[in-house]
């Protein structure tokens, strides 16, 4: 039972730059995949990025070049670092966690356990 809780969310305007973050209760981080999930109103589920327990990271052609995923194990933190943001990345940002060793693909967000209560991220024009 894995908490995430995650802060960092705004407004911001167009081109402008947020970083959300996700600190995690996790005893052993260093061996958690860490994935981001965006969800706009009337929308579907959306991945974003993630970054597994060995620092891999995985990015949308959407985001790919703008956003980066990174962790901090010694602080127990995920990170999205979200530059050059544009209207259409206005949604509710979600971390995700699953343990290495579980049925894991990075980009699916059914195969992640644990999950953070979401912040609100808009980008105005």
């Known amino acids: 039972q894995v908490q995430l809780v995650e802060s960092g969310g705004g407004l911001v305007q167009a081109g402008g730059s947020l970083r959300v973050s996700c600190a995690t209760s996790?005893?052993?981080?260093?061996?958690?995949?860490m994935g981001w999930f965006r969800q706009a109103p009337g929308k579907e589920r959306e991945f974003v990025a993630a970054?597994?327990?060995?620092?891999?990271?995985y990015y949308a052609d959407s985001v790919k070049g703008r956003f980066t995923t990174s962790r901090d194990n010694a602080k127990n933190t995920a990170y999205l670092q979200m530059n050059s943001l544009k209207p259409e990345d206005t949604a509710v940002y979600y971390c995700?966690?699953?343990?290495?060793?579980?049925?894991?693909?990075?980009?699916?967000?059914?195969?992640?356990?644990?999950w953070g209560q979401g912040t609100q991220v808009t980008v105005s024009s």
């Open positions: 996790a005893r052993t981080f260093s061996t958690i995949n």
């Open positions: 970054i597994s327990w060995s620092s891999t990271t």
């Open positions: 995700a966690a699953v343990y290495y060793g579980s049925p894991y693909y990075y980009a699916d967000w059914n195969k992640y356990t644990y």
